[in-house]
């Protein structure tokens, strides 16, 4: 019967999907083949000046390990804090876990914006100097939720069921922590990373509102290139980001599939 | 039990850090004063009325729910025949699709943001604020929607939409009396995923808005320094309506899932 089916019925069905190709080619890829065409053109003419100037101008390279090294103790942080809570959330059995939750979700749907402004604010009452210690203080609580969800759905899922077991074969709390519940947490934990580092990485206006010249990131020198319409630059800026997070992803995902065989074999 | 205490008191003292700068601000939008200063604190509404009065905050509220609404649509629009058209691709043009649609999600946000730029600049359109944001926020909304709509479409009956046709429904008519009803939930589910994501963007914004204002652009536009005592109450206006919905939400959640474990 099914091969009977008269084969125009078939054909057309894809072209539902034609819109969606034609906005993705249009705002995802042509974009993002832009980057590579200002980075690399000038003129019409094929240059590596923009490249070139990304690594002999002094200034660009010591950014670009600087805000690796930002995003890294503020995304290690982040999930030093999200841990402990979404391990309590998911094993302590508090009776109101799902609220406790929703309270750290909440101020996601508060404008981030604001929520900046009011730390910002905050911080003048009482006197906290705009620097490293802010940037990073300001990073970590605007990320958090991004950090807690995804550690909080590993735990709460598959492995709270590996932890019981492991505590019925007579595994002391020590052993339950770094033989069950780290090793099965590894793929929250990676996610948790990922979704930190990325806008952490990339931020501009949390460096204006809390970093002072030494805290300035990728993210904020791009900002800067676009308001100067220095498109070259800025695009070869943009492909370090795009590397960086290409790069951060598989990294991430090795680590995780890594974490899940050490899970499985304990 | 130990246990239990410690971790609540650490959930405790991070619940009370996240909220203590929201919290301040509502608090400090009952105060008239132009600086917030702890030691005078003068009751009043004025930071309310000033909200209320200032038309930059005011026009700016409006384009962030109209620009949501409108791209958040649009979004799932597009995402529904998207869906309906993967289904039937072949496996490895599926899973190529889902890859150049999470592009937008796992990029930083401020690469796609200037990459639009450059798009828009090459195709030489400038001063349309409106324009650039609705195309660029529907960007923003549209793989979640995909991600929302497209397990429901594959747990539903695939033969149905043949089944509307083989019965003599045009397929348009078919579409819209079988496939887009028990589609609804998820779309609405995308929209409303759609629309917070919209509304919280900055970075996209900032750089494509030629003027236009959402709420986001118009909070940082206030450089100067102390900024206005209205942000204050934009601050607590948004938080309250956050808070309502919130709870709300969650009596209808919880009713709901009260009456299923009825029925079960």
């Not at chain 2, 324009?131 to 909304?141: G, V, Y």
Request: aromatic share 14%; net charge positive; with cysteine.
């Amino acid at each position: 019967m099914k091969k009977n089916k008269p084969k125009t019925r078939m054909s057309y069905k894809f072209l539902f999907a034609l819109p969606f190709f034609i906005f993705m080619i249009m705002m995802v890829v042509v974009p993002l083949s832009l980057l590579f065409f200002y980075a690399f053109f000038e003129d019409g003419s094929f240059t590596f000046a923009h490249i070139q100037y990304f690594f002999t101008d002094s200034v660009s390279v010591r950014i670009l390990f600087r805000s690796l090294g930002i995003a890294l103790l503020a995304t290690v942080i982040a999930i030093l804090i999200a841990f402990p809570i979404a391990l309590g959330l998911a094993t302590a059995g508090f009776k109101r876990s799902h609220t406790i939750l929703m309270l750290f979700i909440m101020p996601m749907w508060i404008n981030l914006l604001l929520r900046s402004f009011a730390l910002r604010e905050l911080f003048g009452i009482i006197g906290v100097e705009r620097g490293l210690f802010a940037l990073v203080f300001a990073i970590v609580l605007d990320y958090l939720p991004l950090a807690i969800i995804p550690i909080y759905v590993v735990i709460s899922g598959t492995s709270k069921k590996y932890i019981e077991a492991s505590q019925d074969l007579g595994a002391n709390p020590t052993q339950v922590f770094t033989k069950t519940i780290l090793p099965l947490s590894v793929p929250g934990i990676m996610a948790a990373f990922l979704l930190v580092f990325t806008p952490a990485i990339s931020t501009y206006f949390l460096v204006q509102y809390f970093g002072d010249n030494s805290t300035r990131m990728l993210g904020w020198l791009l900002f800067q290139l676009n308001i100067n319409s220095e498109f070259g630059r800025a695009s070869v800026i943009s492909i370090a980001l795009l590397i960086i997070v290409v790069l951060t992803i598989l990294i991430t995902n090795r680590l995780s599939k890594r974490g899940n065989k050490r899970g499985g074999l304990w | 039990m130990k246990k239990k205490i410690i971790y609540a008191s650490f959930i405790f003292l991070v619940i009370a850090l996240v909220y203590a700068p929201i919290l301040m601000l509502v608090a400090f939008s009952f105060s008239e004063t132009r600086i917030m200063q702890t030691d005078n604190f003068q009751f009043g509404f004025g930071t309310w009325r000033d909200l209320f009065q200032n038309q930059r905050i005011m026009s700016a509220l409006f384009n962030t729910i109209l620009i949501a609404t409108l791209s958040a649509a649009l979004a799932v629009i597009i995402a529904t025949f998207a869906c309906m058209g993967i289904i039937k691709m072949k496996r490895r043009a599926q899973s190529a699709t889902m890859i150049l649609n999470q592009i937008p999600f796992i990029n930083a946000t401020i690469v796609t943001a200037f990459s639009l730029v450059l798009l828009f600049a090459a195709l030489g359109i400038f001063n349309a604020g409106y324009f650039k944001l609705i195309l660029a926020h529907t960007l923003i909304c549209l793989p979640i929607s995909v991600l929302v709509i497209l397990p429901r479409l594959r747990s539903m009956d695939q033969n149905m939409f043949e089944a509307a046709q083989d019965l003599g429904a045009p397929p348009m008519h078919a579409m819209f009396s079988v496939v887009i009803p028990q589609l609804m939930p998820a779309m609405i589910a995308a929209f409303l995923l759609g629309f917070s994501l919209s509304l919280d963007d900055f970075i996209i914004t900032q750089f494509n808005n030629d003027g236009v204002h959402t709420i986001s652009t118009v909070v940082y536009s206030y450089t100067r320094i102390p900024p206005p005592r209205e942000l204050r109450a934009l601050g607590a206006l948004i938080f309250g309506l956050v808070l309502v919905i919130l709870i709300f939400v969650n009596i209808y959640l919880g009713k709901r899932r009260k009456k299923s474990e009825v029925n079960r």
